[in-house]
């Protein structure tokens, strides 16, 4: 029987087309459904592809697959996660979604461009000698083929040479081959078993963007999907402001509309939510580490309006931290409309206008710490003023006030550091004077750039300068003057410890002196005792069942851990005949378990120990106890802690101190001691540099630079510069407007 002989032949070595017709259409009025129909089975057939061949015009290839039909390249099905760079699905590979890399940093590898190619490379110069010699004959041999010396400066060496000697080069380009620094580097870091060695190159890195995403931190597919032209990426990089303005002009088709109004309607929501509590110069992609205390806050309370929650009791914590008066009421108005929803509000603040927008005020005193407690006065804004107890209606009637000072400190010409061309974030290429010896405040809206300046460029750049600090300063030219300082501290409001073991007699140093005292006793010269005896973190005079922090941590797993009271010294943290030694009736345990004022008392034939706790009264915490652990005080304490640790210090007269809002979490009463340390500081010589919105701190100041206009794009200018005076004068500085009513 023969066999069948195919209709045609396929040749498995060549790419065949083979089209089935499964349709022919005429294009008339009614034939919607039987095209409809025709198209389901043509893809059905074509296994999702199918091609339409017009009489008029060229074939046309459809497909319904996520690939394109003509090159072959295929696409995972676009999803919200495809979007998301927490997601493997949507984050860069290269990155993980980071937007930055590790990598060997050419300015730690090389950090003084002056010195000559022999000592210039800071990691060839570390290791054996045989090593060193090794780097040394190799740089020698390229010298030689390229005709420069190795004890020429690196950066008189033509940049082709220098480029080389960092990233390597071809046999044909220098005519050898050269691994470069960079890649020599990486190599061994690479390759290499030992821990010392990782930690030693380890030095060389830093943190810089990733070369494949440029800092998207999403995948090349989920960039290329765009609307209006513009990627995800794109849009996220847009403030709030311009991201309203965005959804707010987008123009849609019928179709489109009726897809996306939903999604529209929640995001224009969501945004004006962060608009209104005066966060609109933020951009949708900030980094949540970069955020201050207060923006978080704000962006947890644009959170709890959108839910449009009712019958709920909000606890705030100092809403108005980082907030210019400019923006203050918003925040206000944000509070009432949560109010007004059905909500109850308890806020927590030293804020005047925030008490004065408060329904009912419950003033706890009279004092702090064991001063403290009472309640000294509540009811309306009226009965707070009214009370004569209350130290708050004090200040709120004008009875007690922050005072102008009499005299201004003036700017010695010559005396100052100069940034140059500072560009950093929304910074304008401005160029920013900053006289010394002074108390300078930099002032400013919410957004306009001071953080930028002095955290992000002035401060790394002199930690960099005088500490040989890894960070790299934000962009600018140079700082000029930099040479006056010889130190620079910031006193910012991070604890001071993270375990119960710090209190504010170890971060001060008191603690040595204190135990040195009692390791001078008759009794512990009869048993033998020395300093070391009286100190909770060495074996010997703790209690050995806690280790000497007083306290127990009981792992719960999936719960927080629970701390309780070690039930061997009752928190006392020293053993039994340690205890036994008594200084004036008093225990070591005892000391610490006193407040600053009592340790005063107990130690004022002391000088050393007396004047270092005096510093601490100085600054308002006379209510603190001497062994306080460091994870119980509050951000303002921490920071008036390190003051004092500074005041307590012998001063070069040339030191820079830094301070980012000091004021947070401090009563009028507070803020007039503060005012008295920071003033000490500067008439020890030294330069006092703040970042504030409080109006009783900037009306204290020698100088001010107002930045702004606005926060965001519309931030980043010198508004205004000088006395506070001066500045009341200018009409376009939000702050000098403010600022008038106090002076």
């Given at each position: 029987?023969?066999?069948?002989?195919?209709?045609?032949?396929?040749?498995?070595?060549?790419?065949?087309?083979?089209?089935?017709?499964?349709?022919?259409?005429?294009?008339?009025?009614?034939?919607?459904?039987?095209?409809?129909?025709?198209?389901?089975?043509?893809?059905?057939?074509?296994?999702?592809?199918?091609?339409?061949?017009?009489?008029?015009?060229?074939?046309?290839?459809?497909?319904?697959?996520?690939?394109?039909?003509?090159?072959?390249?295929?696409?995972?099905?676009?999803?919200?996660?495809?979007?998301?760079?927490?997601?493997?699905?949507?984050?860069?590979?290269?990155?993980?979604?980071?937007g930055t890399i590790m990598d060997i940093d050419a300015d730690l590898v090389i950090p003084d461009k002056t010195k000559s190619l022999r000592e210039a490379i800071r990691p060839w110069r570390v290791?054996?000698?045989?090593?060193?010699?090794?780097?040394?004959?190799?740089?020698?041999?390229?010298?030689?083929?390229?005709?420069?010396?190795?004890?020429?400066?690196?950066?008189?060496?033509?940049?082709?040479?220098?480029?080389?000697?960092?990233?390597?080069?071809?046999?044909?380009?220098?005519?050898?081959?050269?691994?470069?620094?960079?890649?020599?580097?990486?190599?061994?870091?690479?390759?290499?078993?030992?821990?010392?060695?990782?930690?030693?190159?380890?030095?060389?890195?830093?943190?810089?963007?990733?070369?494949?995403?440029?800092?998207?931190?999403?995948?090349?597919?989920?960039?290329?999907?765009?609307?209006?032209?513009?990627?995800?990426?794109?849009?996220?990089?847009?403030?709030?402001?311009?991201?309203k303005r965005f959804f707010s002009d987008l123009k849609l088709t019928e179709t489109q509309e009726k897809i996306a109004r939903q999604i529209l309607k929640e995001i224009k929501e969501r945004l004006?939510?962060?608009?209104?509590?005066?966060?609109?110069?933020?951009?949708?992609?900030?980094?949540?580490?970069?955020?201050?205390?207060?923006?978080?806050?704000?962006?947890?309370?644009?959170?709890?309006?959108?839910?449009?929650?009712?019958?709920?009791?909000?606890?705030?914590?100092?809403?108005?931290?980082?907030?210019?008066?400019?923006?203050?009421?918003?925040?206000?108005?944000?509070?009432?409309?949560?109010?007004?929803?059905?909500?109850?509000?308890?806020?927590?603040?030293?804020?005047?206008?925030?008490?004065?927008?408060?329904?009912?005020?419950?003033?706890?005193?009279?004092?702090?710490?064991?001063?403290?407690?009472?309640?000294?006065?509540?009811?309306?804004?009226?009965?707070?003023?009214?009370?004569?107890?209350?130290?708050?209606?004090?200040?709120?009637?004008?009875?007690?006030?922050?005072?102008?000072?009499?005299?201004?400190?003036?700017?010695?010409?010559?005396?100052?550091?100069?940034?140059r061309n500072a560009r950093e974030h929304n910074l304008k290429n401005i160029d920013i004077q900053i006289p010394l010896g002074l108390f300078v405040c930099i002032t400013g809206v919410s957004g306009?750039?001071?953080?930028?300046?002095?955290?992000?460029?002035?401060?790394?750049?002199?930690?960099?300068?005088?500490?040989?600090?890894?960070?790299?300063?934000?962009?600018?030219?140079?700082?000029?003057?930099?040479?006056?300082?010889?130190?620079?501290?910031?006193?910012?409001?991070?604890?001071?410890?993270?375990?119960?073991?710090?209190?504010?007699?170890?971060?001060?140093?008191?603690?040595?002196?204190?135990?040195?005292?009692?390791?001078?006793?008759?009794?512990?010269?009869?048993?033998?005792?020395?300093?070391?005896?009286?100190?909770?973190?060495?074996?010997?005079?703790?209690?050995?069942?806690?280790?000497?922090?007083?306290?127990?941590?009981?792992?719960?797993?999936?719960?927080?851990?629970?701390?309780?009271?070690?039930?061997?010294?009752?928190?006392?943290?020293?053993?039994?005949?340690?205890?036994?030694?008594?200084?004036?009736?008093?225990?070591?345990?005892?000391?610490?378990?006193?407040?600053?004022?009592?340790?005063?008392?107990?130690?004022?034939?002391?000088?050393?120990?007396?004047?270092?706790?005096?510093?601490?009264?100085?600054?308002?915490?006379?209510?603190?106890?001497?062994?306080?652990?460091?994870?119980?005080?509050?951000?303002?304490?921490?920071?008036?802690?390190?003051?004092?640790?500074?005041?307590?210090?012998?001063?070069?007269?040339?030191?820079?101190?830094?301070?980012?809002?000091?004021?947070?979490?401090?009563?009028?009463?507070?803020?007039?001691?503060?005012?008295?340390?920071?003033?000490?500081?500067?008439?020890?010589?030294?330069?006092?540099?703040?970042?504030?919105?409080?109006?009783?701190?900037?009306?204290?100041?020698?100088?001010?630079?107002?930045?702004?206009?606005?926060?965001?794009?519309?931030?980043?200018?010198?508004?205004?510069?000088?006395?506070?005076?001066?500045?009341?004068?200018?009409?376009?500085?939000?702050?000098?407007?403010?600022?008038?009513?106090?002076?």
């Amino acid at each position: 029987m023969n066999k069948r002989q195919p209709a045609f032949l396929l040749d498995k070595f060549k790419k065949h087309d083979i089209e089935v017709v499964v349709d022919r259409i005429a294009i008339e009025k009614d034939i919607r459904e039987r095209l409809a129909d025709s198209v389901e089975t043509a893809l059905k057939v074509g296994k999702g592809l199918m091609l339409v061949a017009k009489s008029d015009k060229e074939d046309e290839l459809f497909s319904e697959l996520y690939s394109c039909p003509k090159c072959g390249v295929n696409y995972e099905e676009i999803e919200p996660r495809m979007f998301s760079f927490n997601s493997p699905y949507g984050a860069c590979h290269a990155c993980d979604g980071l937007g930055t890399i590790m990598d060997i940093d050419a300015d730690l590898v090389i950090p003084d461009k002056t010195k000559s190619l022999r000592e210039a490379i800071r990691p060839w110069r570390v290791g054996g000698m045989r090593i060193i010699l090794h780097y040394r004959r190799l740089l020698r041999k390229l010298g030689q083929e390229r005709g420069f010396d190795i004890d020429e400066p690196f950066n008189k060496i033509p940049k082709k040479i220098r480029d080389a000697i960092l990233y390597g080069s071809e046999k044909e380009e220098l005519g050898m081959y050269f691994e470069g620094v960079v890649p020599n580097l990486l190599r061994r870091l690479k390759d290499t078993d030992s821990e010392f060695m990782r930690a030693e190159i380890n030095k060389y890195t830093s943190l810089s963007m990733c070369p494949e995403c440029k800092g998207k931190r999403l995948k090349p597919e989920a960039l290329s999907i765009k609307i209006n032209n513009m990627s995800i990426s794109d849009v996220s990089g847009f403030s709030i402001r311009d991201a309203k303005r965005f959804f707010s002009d987008l123009k849609l088709t019928e179709t489109q509309e009726k897809i996306a109004r939903q999604i529209l309607k929640e995001i224009k929501e969501r945004l004006s939510f962060m608009a209104n509590v005066g966060l609109d110069y933020l951009t949708l992609d900030r980094i949540s580490s970069t955020l201050s205390g207060g923006e978080a806050q704000r962006i947890r309370l644009a959170t709890q309006i959108g839910a449009g929650l009712v019958g709920v009791l909000y606890v705030l914590d100092e809403p108005s931290i980082g907030l210019h008066q400019k923006d203050n009421a918003k925040l206000l108005d944000t509070l009432k409309a949560l109010r007004d929803l059905g909500n109850t509000l308890i806020v927590v603040e030293h804020d005047e206008a925030t008490i004065r927008n408060a329904d009912y005020i419950v003033d706890l005193g009279p004092g702090a710490g064991k001063h403290g407690g009472y309640i000294v006065a509540e009811g309306k804004i009226e009965d707070i003023i009214n009370s004569k107890e209350s130290l708050t209606g004090s200040y709120l009637r004008g009875e007690l006030k922050i005072d102008v000072p009499k005299k201004r400190r003036k700017a010695i010409k010559n005396k100052s550091v100069i940034i140059r061309n500072a560009r950093e974030h929304n910074l304008k290429n401005i160029d920013i004077q900053i006289p010394l010896g002074l108390f300078v405040c930099i002032t400013g809206v919410s957004g306009s750039g001071k953080s930028t300046m002095v955290d992000d460029i002035l401060y790394k750049a002199l930690a960099k300068r005088l500490y040989g600090s890894k960070e790299k300063p934000g962009g600018h030219d140079g700082i000029d003057g930099a040479d006056q300082i010889d130190k620079v501290i910031v006193v910012d409001q991070s604890p001071i410890g993270r375990t119960p073991r710090s209190n504010p007699v170890t971060y001060t140093g008191v603690f040595s002196f204190i135990r040195d005292i009692f390791a001078k006793l008759p009794e512990s010269k009869m048993r033998g005792y020395k300093p070391g005896r009286f100190s909770f973190n060495v074996k010997g005079g703790r209690c050995e069942a806690c280790q000497g922090d007083g306290i127990k941590q009981i792992e719960m797993h999936f719960l927080p851990d629970v701390y309780v009271t070690c039930e061997v010294c009752n928190g006392k943290r020293y053993n039994h005949e340690t205890l036994q030694v008594l200084y004036k009736g008093k225990s070591i345990a005892d000391v610490l378990k006193m407040t600053v004022e009592d340790g005063m008392e107990l130690f004022r034939n002391i000088p050393h120990i007396n004047q270092k706790l005096k510093t601490l009264y100085d600054v308002g915490l006379g209510y603190v106890e001497l062994g306080q652990s460091a994870t119980t005080l509050s951000g303002g304490e921490a920071q008036r802690v390190k003051l004092a640790t500074e005041l307590s210090k012998i001063g070069t007269g040339k030191t820079l101190y830094i301070l980012d809002e000091p004021t947070t979490g401090l009563h009028f009463a507070d803020i007039d001691k503060l005012l008295k340390v920071l003033h000490a500081l500067v008439e020890g010589g030294n330069s006092v540099l703040i970042i504030e919105h409080n109006l009783d701190v900037i009306k204290s100041a020698d100088y001010i630079i107002d930045l702004g206009p606005g926060g965001g794009d519309e931030g980043g200018k010198i508004v205004a510069c000088g006395s506070p005076e001066e500045i009341v004068k200018i009409n376009s500085s939000y702050t000098g407007q403010y600022l008038k009513e106090y002076l």
